[in-house]
Every structure is written in structure tokens, then in C-alpha cells.
T-cell receptor, first 113, second 110 residues
């Protein structure tokens, strides 16, 4: 069964450092997303990506964040200068269509110290 | 009203019980709805999609009530393995994002 894969599963970084979280969406999917979940809180939307550009972003997704699809398979989330409050589980997801089911990767647990 | 609202629970039920969760949504134009299951510190996994009045898959039944703007999830014959958090998810119409409820925690005991 096709699945979304994310690497690394866990990353620890010092405050102020840059991190890149990687994702390989399901191959025939057209819409890609990043969500995050702070421990004990609900899943929050960060950004959606379609046709090689950002189609929507939340207020959380400020200038410190960027996304890229550098080749035909990878989808990355970069956080330029991490803050303590960026510590969370980051989930990548993909879907075939806009209102259709999204499938999530297993997540990257980011810990900023 | 919140965009997607769920009772956080926890719902404590014995094995074999039937349990139901409700989820209310604020946008009457919403067309599709999803129930996801999330185990502790894991990713949300799609459980059911609802595009019309309802859907059924084995022990799980989802029902949509458009007039009252809620969707429900019914679990029959609960198993220990059903213990998890159940997330109600509604795509925001006109936008490419899913809006998650806070989730309802289910604990099934022997």
C-alpha cells in the first residue's frame, strides 16, 4: 500500500539553527501539506502546496518557514531559525484532490533545545 | 460556534460495548467529512470518509446530519485495540486545508 514517508523520525536542534524536514508523498497525489501538532494539542494546518507553489498557508507559517519540492518526489519543510515553540510533531500529508482524503506520514518529532 | 468541535472525553467503555461520538461543524457548505484515528504520538490515520448521508465499514458507522451540522461515529462491539483518539476532520470549503477537531479519546477496558 502506498504511503507517505518522512525523515528523520526525530530531530533535536539548538535554538536558532535551521532544520529541514523531508517527505516523500504518495506518487500520484497532487496536493501536499504540512501540519504540526504540539504535544497535547490538536493538529494544526501549516501550508498546502499544489502545482509547484504554495496554495495556502496559515498564520503560523511566517517568514521563518519555507517549503520546496526540489525534484519529482521530495517535499521539504525548512525552518530557518528555530525557536523553542517550534518543538512539535510535524506531519506531511498528501491527497489526490482538494476535498479528498489526505494521507499522513508517520511524522518528524522536532525538539528545539 | 467553533469550526469543528468535539467532546474531548475520555469515553471509558468495556469491551463489546457500543459507543458513539459526535462532531459539530460550523460551515453549512461543507461537502466532505472525515474521521481519523490517532494513537498516542502517531500520525492520524484515515478511518472513514463521509460524502453523503453516511458510511459503514464493519463495526464502524458514520452518519451525517446536514440540518443540524453534525457527524457521528458509531463503534459497535468495541475492542481493546479501538482505544485511541478519534479526530473529526472537515476540509475548509474553498481552501486547501483540513480543519481538525481536538479529538475524542476512547479507552476500551477488558
Amino acid at each position: 500500500e502506498p504511503e507517505v514517508t518522512q525523515t528523520p523520525s526525530h530531530q533535536v536542534t539548538q535554538m536558532g539553527q535551521e532544520v529541514i524536514l523531508r517527505c516523500v508523498p504518495i506518487s500520484n497525489h497532487l496536493y501536499f501539506y504540512w501540519y504540526r501538532q504540539i504535544l497535547g494539542q490538536k493538529v494544526e494546518f501549516l501550508v498546502s502546496f499544489y502545482n509547484n507553489e504554495i496554495s495556502e498557508k496559515s498564520e503560523i507559517f511566517d517568514d521563518q518557514f519555507s517549503v520546496e519540492r526540489p525534484d519529482g518526489s521530495n517535499f521539504t519543510l525548512k525552518i530557518r531559525s528555530t525557536k523553542l515553540e517550534d518543538s512539535a510533531m510535524y506531519f506531511c500529508a498528501s491527497s489526490v484532490g482538494q476535498r479528498l482524503e489526505a494521507f499522513f506520514g508517520q511524522g518528524t518529532r522536532l525538539t528545539v533545545v | 460556534r467553533k469550526e469543528v468541535e468535539q467532546d474531548p472525553g475520555p469515553f471509558n467503555v468495556p469491551e463489546g460495548a457500543t459507543v458513539a461520538f459526535n462532531c459539530t461543524y460550523s460551515n453549512s457548505a461543507s461537502q466532505s467529512f472525515f474521521w481519523y484515528r490517532q494513537d498516542c504520538r502517531k500520525e492520524p490515520k484515515l478511518l472513514m470518509s463521509v460524502y453523503s448521508s453516511g458510511n459503514e465499514d464493519g463495526r464502524f458507522t458514520a452518519q451525517l446530519n446536514r440540518a443540524s451540522q453534525y457527524i457521528s461515529l458509531l463503534i459497535r462491539d468495541s475492542k481493546l485495540s479501538d482505544s485511541a483518539t478519534y479526530l473529526c476532520v472537515v476540509p475548509r470549503e474553498g481552501f486547501q486545508k483540513l480543519v481538525f477537531g481536538t479529538g475524542t479519546r476512547l479507552l476500551v477496558s477488558p
